[in-house]
């Protein structure tokens, strides 16, 4: 009796601190996207007035979802690739916001793609393809995806000590119920060891390198590669199918079908990342088959 009495006021303690903490981040998470909008509204207003148009409007920021903003304007406008990238770059620098987001400009009419790239805050993973090719005059769309977006510094400052008391009490809890799961499952923990090194074992090689889906990283040599969800993903498709052409509806349907919004050229952005992450090996590549989609090759 007294265990269980110790162990619900444990959990008592815990779940009223975590509700303080979701209610803080939640305020922190909306000043953030009101910053945001200020943000990408300035954007708008300079790449109209690199247009010598000072009398248009930027029509309403919206946030998409909790990472993804749409900037939009009154009138058709023609972009120069360079100054969106210099443009958003500089509005978003003011803010303390995630510096690894994905610019798309979809058209209009027909919510095509007509230009992407990608800013990281690692350089050489930063993609910005075809600079020097202006939009003619049309309705755009500007999606900005925040791909990393994390909570502002100032909640972690401000709340230095409710984390700490949270920390405690969660060390507590991680004591007790080690203690009943020693005196409860003593093999169970024996079991759980031998399954975690078959997991680790649990990989394909692709040339070189050794690929582990399940932990989302490439191994070459003594250097490890982190990959996204997607890249994982798209990556697992292709290492399944070695030398075979695979449909780009298909590879389309698998990774983004039930994971949130395809607009466009994502999938030819990742596929960028990959080429990139693999180049190190001229044994494999991944190569375009023009109106039908990809192929690994694999020597």
């Known amino acids: 009796m007294n265990n269980q009495s110790t162990y619900y006021k444990i959990f008592l303690a815990l779940s009223v601190l975590l509700m303080v903490l979701t209610s803080c981040t939640t305020n922190d998470n909306f000043a953030g996207s009101e910053k945001t909008k200020v943000a990408l509204r300035e954007a708008g207003h300079q790449l109209l007035l690199r247009k010598l148009d000072s009398t248009s409007l930027v029509l309403p920021i919206k946030q998409i979802e909790h990472n993804i903003y749409s900037l939009s304007f009154e009138k058709p406008i023609s972009l120069e690739p360079t100054h969106i990238v210099s443009t958003i770059d500089s509005s978003l620098s003011v803010i303390n ?43 755009y769309i500007i999606t900005v995806n925040f791909l990393d977006l994390a909570p502002p510094s100032g909640f972690r400052k401000r709340h230095t000590p409710l984390v700490f008391v949270f920390g405690v009490l969660c060390f507590l809890a991680f004591k007790y119920w080690k203690k009943k799961a020693l005196q409860n499952n003593a093999d169970k923990h024996t079991s759980k060891t031998l ?21 989302h990283k490439l191994v070459k040599s003594a250097t490890e590669i982190s990959l996204s969800k997607k890249e ?11 030398n075979q052409i695979i449909k780009r509806e298909e590879l389309t349907k698998q990774v983004w079908e039930d994971n949130g919004v395809f607009v466009g050229r994502s999938l030819d952005t990742y596929i960028s990342k990959l080429r990139k992450i693999l180049k190190d090996d001229d044994a494999i590549k991944i190569t375009n088959v023009h109106g039908v989609g990809y192929k690994l090759e694999v020597k």
Not at 101 to 107: K, S, T
Not at 203 to 215: C, M, Q, R, W
Not at 232 to 242: D, K, Q, S, T
């Open 97 to 139: 916001i995630s510096k690894n987001y994905l610019v798309e400009v979809i058209q209009c009419v027909d919510d095509e793609v007509a230009y992407s790239y990608e800013m990281n805050i690692e350089e050489e993973r930063t993609l910005i393809p075809c600079s020097g090719r202006n939009l003619p005059e049309a309705c």
């Open 195 to 215: 399954n975690s090194s078959e997991n680790k074992s649990n990989y394909s090689e692709i040339g070189t390198y050794k690929f582990y889906p399940e932990e």
């Open 232 to 242: 994982c993903e798209l990556l697992e498709i292709f290492v399944a199918n070695p």
